[in-house]
Each structure stands twice: as structure tokens, then as C-alpha cells.
């Protein structure tokens, strides 16, 4: 027979600890405060002086063939008792591993207003994957991806030991959003069912109807790559292809060129992005023949947003998301540090040193680096890196790397490829106009240079 566990019900007047055992000390409050996770409180009324809530957490999870004590509610008409009123239904099975839900409905002065709690019964104990953080009440959990974006993906996150927060379960959800933005933003492999941005450039000038996250991901990169006069273009794919082809071929069979500037010209009449077209109504899209899209200078901040977007939604105490080591995401607190900021390295871009500066980062900051050290190859000495300049078709290169911090992922890694691409003075006057954008360059000859506000704002050592 099934063991069902009867609710145990506390309604606070006296105001003692709901749900304590015997061996526990009682807490009491003065009215009108109620007792909430063994802390006195003030409730707030849900109308006139009608107070009505739960004790304790909204959701609860325990372990297979635990006891299981509600933790009750308040219900009362200013210091009058309601308990009459109130009808309680939904029981917790806790010798059966589910989600269960308990009802609390106040039936009063002809309104009626419902509570509910979630109670999780589950053979494994809430964030036994973490680990505690030393001389805190604080766990990190971590997990990396490998098979996502064509890169490594980072994620730690730090939840308080009495948080519902189950790190398995936010896990599973920022892979799900990485397995589905890697696909439908993939220009290098198809995918079963899926039109992606390889299935657009397979056959440009078809009419293709796509998901509206990747219409989303396509219309903001063409109504921002303006405000950086295209340094930065999504229609650049057909130059970046021969760019590639030449890079991958020095690299995997030795046989190192710099593409005649001819070949490139010739592609150069398919980079308008002006011939992309597309229907929000109907989430189509269609383009001249020959033309290819790439979206790598924006995707993985694109994609980081959605991520931090569902990890502000959680109750954390902090979080960092690394998205290829480039693309850094920073939510909440540290969970140590006492001015509640994180300390990132900033890579040098020679290697002679791990680093060449470090910075603080703080709640909502996010961290882009754009640099010549991670895709390119060498000709006869010279570095022909990745990022290619819309106009001169060729990799520019003014300086080793940019690092911009700002608030949004997308914008902040549009922004740090194209102010890559720029001397570092034009690069600061760009960074010095926008409020809210700041960066540091490590100069081709070693020196370090920074945007207005940088140092005052971010900066802990240069190296």
C-alpha cells in the first residue's frame, strides 16, 4: 500500500516555528510578522487587511522516503484567525519519486484566492554535483560543451545551499539552448528538418522560410552592422569562404598564398547587404545568387544573451558563462570576493605571458575579445588572421587584440570585430562615443591602450 503523507498544517498565531521538530528551539514573532525560512517577517495583505500567504518556499524539493512537513500558511482578517476558510487539497507521496502539488484556497467575503506549493520527491539530492564554496553557504556547479558553436562552452554557476535551483536542470536548459541555436545558426553542416544558414547559402536565391530565432539572429546583425559602417557584414560569407579555403589549406597541407586580389573582387558584388531580403510576416528569406551568409562575428554573443537571459530569470547568487574564451557573461555576485565582482584574465595575445591584463566584471558586464592569435596563418613572416575588412577585402591588422565590455552580448561582439578592424585611434574615438562601451587594445608593439573610462572602471593590473 502506498505510504501517503498527511499534510501537516501550521497556522501561525502565536507565531512559532512551522514545521520544527521537538528538538528545536521555537521562534516568535510580534504580530501582524510571520515566520518565513526562520525569519520574522512583515506579509503584505493580498487586500484591505486580508492576509493570506505561505510559510516557507514556494517550491521544495526532498528526497524518496523522507518525512515531509508542510510548512503551513498564514491566513487571517487583521489579527482574526481565517483558518475556517481555508481548504487545503493535494498530497505529497513521498514514497514515489514525482512533482506534486498542494492547494491552499481562501474562501472569504466572496473572493477566492489560491496558493500553491511544489513539492519535488526525487532520488537525488538537490545539487550533490556542486560543490561548497569554502567558508561560505554557497555551492558551484560547473559544466563545459564541447560539441556546440565549433568551440568550448563554459558555465558556472554559484547557488545558495537552501535555493530550489536544481543546477541539472539548468544545465539541461542551456544545452538545449546551445544544441538549438548551434544548428539553426551553422553554416558548416545541415541538420535533419532544419533550414539553416547552411541550408540559405546551399541555394540563396530559393525563398526559405526559417525559425523566427534565426530570422531574430539575421535582422539584428543587418540593423546593427550599420552603426559600424559594415565593418562587421553578414553578407561577406563569399570573401571569408576564400579566406578560409586558403587558411585551411596552409594550415592542413601546407601550402601557404595570399588569395589574388582579383578572386576576391569578383566576390565582392555579392557583399551587399542590401540584397538580402526578407518577410518578418512570413519569416522568409532570399538573396542574389552567389551570395553566402556568416554570422560567427555575432552569433556567440547573440546566443550568450539568450543564455543569460534564462539564467537572470533563476534564483542564483552569481554565475559566468565563458562562450569560446572570447565571450564572457557575468551575472550576479562572486561568490567570495567583497566587492562582489569577478577578476578575469584578458589573454596576451603573443603567449609570452598567460595574460596581459586583468579586470573586474560585474553583474550584467559582458567581456568580447576580437584578436590575429586564434584563427590565421603566416605568408612569409606576415600574420593573415580571420577578420576580414569589408572594404580593402583584406585582414588589417592595427593592432593584436580589442576587448570591449558592455552590456549586451550581440552588441559587444559586433562591436569588438569591427573595432578591430580599425586604427586603435579611430577604435577609441568610436568606444568613447557610445556610453556604456569601453575597451582595451594590446598594441602591436606590446603597448596597452584604453578607452576613456576603462581604467577607472574595470582595470586591476596590467601584467
Known amino acids: 500500500m502506498k505510504k501517503i503523507l498527511t499534510l501537516v498544517l501550521f497556522l501561525v498565531l502565536t507565531i512559532t516555528l512551522a514545521g520544527c521538530n521537538d528538538k528545536e528551539e521555537p521562534i516568535e514573532c510580534e ?68 512533482t506534486y502539488y498542494v492547494q491552499y484556497t481562501l474562501d472569504y467575503q466572496g473572493t477566492q484566492t489560491t496558493l500553491i506549493r511544489t513539492v519535488n520527491v526525487t532520488t537525488v539530492e538537490l545539487n550533490d554535483n556542486c560543490d561548497l564554496v569554502t567558508d561560505t553557504s554557497l555551492l558551484e556547479c560547473k559544466r563545459d560543451w564541447t560539441e556546440y558553436l565549433h568551440t568550448l562552452v563554459s558555465l558556472k554557476l554559484y547557488i545558495s545551499d537552501t535555493s530550489m535551483v536544481d543546477s541539472r536542470e539548468v544545465f539541461a536548459e542551456v544545452e538545449t539552448i546551445l544544441s538549438y541555436y548551434n544548428q539553426i545558426s551553422d553554416k558548416y553542416e545541415s541538420y535533419d528538418g532544419v533550414t539553416n544558414v547552411r541550408t540559405i547559402n546551399e541555394n540563396p536565391t530559393a525563398v ?28 561577406l560569407g563569399p570573401v571569408l569562404q576564400i579566406w578560409h579555403d586558403y587558411r585551411e589549406n ?25 540584397d538580402i531580403t526578407m518577410d518578418r510576416e512570413n519569416l522568409t528569406i532570399t ?25 537572470d530569470s ?21 561568490p567570495v570576493r567583497d566587492n562582489g565582482k569577478f577578476l578575469l584574465a584578458v589573454t596576451d595575445p603573443t603567449f609570452i605571458s598567460p595574460w596581459y591584463a586583468t579586470i573586474y566584471l560585474g553583474d550584467g558586464d559582458q567581456l568580447v575579445t576580437s584578436g590575429d592569435y586564434q584563427q590565421y596563418y ?32 550581440a552588441l559587444a561582439d559586433l562591436y569588438s570585430t569591427a573595432i578591430f578592424l580599425m586604427t586603435i585611434e579611430e577604435g577609441k574615438a568610436f568606444v568613447n562615443a557610445i556610453d556604456g562601451l569601453e575597451a582595451i587594445w594590446y598594441d602591436i608593439d606590446g603597448t596597452v591602450h584604453f578607452s576613456d573610462n576603462f581604467e577607472e572602471d574595470y582595470l586591476n593590473a596590467l601584467n
Open 287 to 311: 538573396m542574389l545568387e552567389g551570395m553566402s551568409l556568416d554570422l560567427g562575428g555575432v552569433s556567440k554573443g547573440y546566443i550568450s544573451n539568450i543564455i543569460t537571459a534564462y539564467l
Open 314 to 334: 533563476l534564483d542564483l547568487h552569481g554565475y559566468l558563462v565563458n562562450n569560446g574564451e572570447s565571450n564572457i557573461s557575468i551575472g550576479g555576485l562572486h
Open 250 to 274: 596552409c594550415n592542413n597541407n601546407g601550402v601557404c598564398e595570399v588569395p589574388p586580389m582579383q578572386d576576391l573582387l569578383d566576390k565582392k558584388p555579392l557583399t551587399d547587404p542590401d
Open 378 to 409: 603566416t605568408v612569409d613572416g606576415e600574420f593573415y588572421h580571420h577578420i576580414i575588412h569589408n572594404d580593402t577585402l583584406m585582414p588589417e591588422r592595427y593592432s593584436r587584440s580589442v576587448s570591449v565590455i558592455t552590456t549586451d552580448a
Open 31 to 98: 504580530l501582524p510578522k510571520v515566520i518565513v525560512d526562520g525569519n520574522c517577517v512583515d506579509p503584505s495583505p493580498i487586500y484591505g487587511d486580508i492576509y493570506f500567504s505561505l510559510i516557507g518556499a514556494d517550491e521544495v524539493t526532498i528526497l524518496v522516503d523522507d518525512e515531509y512537513y508542510d510548512k503551513g500558511y498564514i491566513a487571517r482578517d487583521d489579527q482574526t484567525p481565517l483558518t475556517e476558510y481555508v481548504s487545503v487539497t493535494g498530497d505529497v507521496n513521498v514514497t514515489q519519486v514525482g
Open 208 to 235: 526559405h522560410v526559417i525559425d523566427e530565432d534565426l530570422f531574430n539572429l539575421i535582422e539584428f546583425t543587418l540593423e546593427h552592422q550599420a552603426e559600424v559602417n559594415n565593418l562587421f557584414n553578414a553578407a
